[in-house]
């Protein structure tokens, strides 16, 4: 199970929605996120996405 949550983008600069798996601490792409982090963004963090859309076509 997946969720998305708002935090610092990889790059340091801007938020944006990372994907944060259950079983993990931090998000897909190894961001650390701060829990509680709030914020308004429409940006996705692209590693986050990608690693997410691998593991979408590697499941059955």
Same mark, same amino acid.
């Given at each position: #199970?997946?969720? #998305? $949550?708002?935090?610092? &983008? /990889?790059?340091?600069?801007? +938020?944006?929605?990372? *994907? *944060? &798996?259950?079983? $993990? %601490?931090?998000?897909? !792409?190894?961001? %650390? +996120?701060? =829990?509680?982090? /709030?914020?308004?963004?429409?940006?996705? !963090? +692209? =590693? !986050? #996405? &990608?690693?997410?859309?691998?593991?979408?076509?590697?499941? %059955?």
């Amino acid at each position: #199970m997946y969720e #998305m $949550r708002i935090g610092v &983008a /990889h790059t340091g600069t801007g +938020l944006v929605w990372h *994907v *944060v &798996a259950h079983d $993990r %601490p931090g998000s897909l !792409c190894g961001q %650390p +996120l701060e =829990p509680g982090e /709030h914020g308004e963004t429409d940006r996705h !963090c +692209l =590693p !986050c #996405m &990608a690693t997410f859309q691998r593991s979408m076509q590697n499941t %059955p």
